[in-house]
């Protein structure tokens, strides 16, 4: 089944202490890209991937890191977590940047930080 | 000014009404427009996607753009309760990052 998957789907943790959410991706898409959704703010994009090693920030990426070493995966790392960063994730690829509307979603991770 | 704007709701019908969802939007680039359903803790599906002006049906549902108002429409026509959830409406322009620009969302629910 093509799908996008993320783990952890929930994840309760403590300021400060670094947390790795995966994205994995088995529909050999090029495009990979990280969103969050807030009450009030709607999705918004983190950080993006056009391709292997190629990255670049989205609109909000204050406070996360990401690496694309592989095609298939996509984490999103946060190096130092405040509770500011408290939202609902979702990582999602589509074939190539160019047909970015044709996007697959995961199906989310809830992060709470304390 | 968001460059999406989508009336956040909510928004409650009975079972076979007709419903209307509508955005707006600011930026003279976008030229596709995706409609996007997210049912409670799930990620959004991507329900159809227009590019430039016009219509597109799909079954129950029809997305209009009409580029000339920046105006973006979903009906979903003999409305059911499965049809209840949240819908997001997504524009982008043509560049090499093509990043998706959502609305609010709004979330509908279809009484039986």
């Known amino acids: 089944e093509a799908q996008v998957t993320q783990n952890p789907r929930y994840l309760i943790t403590v300021t400060g202490k670094k947390l790795t959410v995966t994205c994995s991706q088995n529909?050999?898409?090029?495009?990979m890209s990280w969103y969050r959704q807030d009450p009030g703010l709607g999705l918004r994009q983190i950080y993006y991937?056009?391709?292997?090693?190629?990255?670049d920030k989205g609109d909000v990426p204050e406070g996360y890191k990401v690496s694309r070493k592989e095609k298939r995966n996509f984490p999103l790392i946060l190096e130092s977590p405040s509770p500011n960063q408290t939202s609902l994730y979702f990582c999602?690829?589509?074939?190539?940047?160019?047909?970015?509307?044709?996007?697959?979603f995961g199906p989310g991770t809830r992060l709470t930080v304390t | 000014q968001k460059e999406v704007e989508q009336d956040p709701g909510p928004l409650s019908v009975p079972e076979g009404a007709i419903v209307s969802l509508n955005c707006t939007y600011s930026n003279s680039a976008f030229q596709y427009f995706m409609w996007y359903r997210q049912y409670s803790r799930k990620g959004p599906e991507l329900l159809m996607y227009?590019?430039?002006?016009g219509n597109k049906e799909d079954g129950r549902f029809t997305a209009q753009v009409d580029k000339s108002s920046k105006y973006i429409s979903l009906f979903i026509r003999d409305s059911q309760p499965s049809d209840s959830a949240t819908y997001l409406c997504?524009?982008?322009?043509?560049?090499?990052?093509?990043?998706?620009?959502f609305g609010k969302g709004i979330t509908l629910s279809v009484r039986p």
């Open positions: 227009t590019y430039s002006s």
């Open positions: 529909m050999n898409h090029e495009y």
């Open positions: 999602a690829s589509s074939r190539r940047a160019q047909i970015s509307y044709e996007q697959y």
């Open positions: 991937s056009m391709n292997v090693e190629v990255t």
């Open positions: 997504a524009s982008t322009d043509t560049g090499a990052n093509s990043k998706l620009t």
